[in-house]
């Protein structure tokens, strides 16, 4: 009963940019977007969130739709270290204890 | 800051036995959760424990169970070990409901 919709798998040449798409168009008004990364197996590692409004920090940029029916993740200058499993949830104000994490998107950088 | 702390990093079960996973979240937190990550596949939600109390639990049989103690750490019990319980189980913690989850580095079940 995944909330969100990602392609299963992208590559992006090192040095670029990295658009990791989402969609989530049954997101209700309270629920926030957030990205997480999981590598080789070891625990995600928390990205960015968002509401409403795009965001930015040190690792990424967040852009979510006026709809707030789809988002895209950026990576701006993807790095090797950037291969990874990319997660896409969606959770309301309440935690995380009806979020299932899909399946994701394997990003793969290429030199 | 020490982040999310998960023991043992690998645990090797024979059918049938029990298996007792443990979680120790960031200082502050109260929040603990447990998710389940087959191989291969996404990450399940098995339960929430807040302020000592379980608050939810996924669709998971009873054999799944857990605590959480006065000081928010937590254990995972499973019991009777089928070989389809073999997996990733992370633990997560935050320090209330509306904040991000940071996750520990698991614990690699496999049930022989």
């Known amino acids: 009963d995944a909330k969100t919709t990602q392609p299963p798998s992208m590559d992006c040449a090192e040095g670029r940019a990295a658009n990791l798409p989402c969609n989530h168009s049954?997101?209700?008004?309270?629920?926030?977007v957030y990205w997480y990364r999981q590598i080789h197996s070891q625990g995600p590692q928390y990205i960015i969130h968002?509401?409403?409004n795009n965001e930015t920090n040190e690792m990424a940029s967040l852009i979510i739709t006026e709809d707030r029916k789809s988002s895209t993740l950026i990576l701006p200058h993807a790095t090797l270290r950037d291969t990874a499993v990319y997660y896409c949830?969606?959770?309301?104000?309440?935690?995380?204890?009806?979020?299932?994490f899909g399946i994701g998107t394997k990003l793969q950088v290429i030199p | 800051e020490a982040g999310v702390t998960q023991s043992p990093t690998h645990l090797i079960k024979t059918r049938g036995q029990q298996a007792t996973l443990r979680c120790s979240p960031i200082s502050g937190h109260t929040s603990v959760y447990w998710y389940q990550q087959a191989l291969g596949l996404g990450l399940q939600f098995l339960l929430w424990?807040?302020?000592?109390?379980?608050?939810n639990r996924g669709n998971f049989p009873p054999r799944f169970s857990g605590r959480q103690f006065p000081n928010y750490s937590s254990e995972l019990n499973v019991n009777a070990l089928e070989l389809e319980d073999s997996a990733l189980y992370l633990c997560?913690?935050?320090?209330?409901?509306?904040?991000?989850?940071?996750f520990g580095q698991g614990t690699r079940l496999t049930v022989v």
């Open positions: 949830i969606v959770r309301y104000s309440g935690g995380y204890q009806k979020v299932t």
């Open positions: 997560a913690s935050s320090s209330y409901m509306n904040t991000e989850a940071f």
């Open positions: 424990y807040d302020e000592g109390e379980e608050r």
């Open positions: 968002g509401l409403k």
């Open positions: 049954t997101i209700s008004g309270n629920e926030y």
